[in-house]
């Protein structure tokens, strides 16, 4: 079983930067698939990004390509995700979760969750 903890949301300007952290128990979190992915009010939970295992792969939705930057320190069972250049749009609850396999973008493929963490992004 794996459990996750998210940190890091917060308040913060448009065109400013944050960094979310995830950290994972377990000692498998490099066999793990890790995706970060948001929820607006009034909107279906969308993907954002995913980083393999081994940290080799990764795969973002178009919105947030060459702004967002997903990775891993697997020593730490940490996943992050850089954020900068931030819109009001990216304001959204944000979940890590894990997947057993291979990189994935959609929800029904992951098996466990974090509680989510809130970002605010303010014009």
């Known amino acids: 079983q794996v459990q996750l903890v998210e940190s890091g949301g917060g308040l913060v300007q448009a065109g400013g930067s944050l960094r979310l952290s995830c950290a994972a128990s377990?000692?498998?979190?490099?066999?793990?698939?890790m995706g970060w992915f948001r929820q607006a009010p009034g909107k279906e939970r969308e993907f954002v990004a995913t980083?393999?295992?081994?940290?080799?792969?990764?795969y973002y939705e178009d919105s947030v390509k060459g702004r967002f930057t997903i990775s891993r320190d697997n020593a730490k069972n940490t996943v992050y995700l850089q954020m900068n250049s931030l819109k009001p749009e990216d304001t959204a609850v944000y979940y890590c979760?894990?997947?057993?396999?291979?990189?994935?973008?959609?929800?029904?493929?992951?098996?466990?969750w974090g509680q989510g963490t809130q970002v605010t992004v303010s014009s």
């Open positions: 980083i393999s295992g081994s940290a080799g792969t990764t």
């Open positions: 377990g000692r498998t979190f490099s066999s793990y698939a």
């Open positions: 979760a894990a997947h057993f396999g291979s990189i994935a973008s959609r929800s029904l493929d992951y098996d466990y």
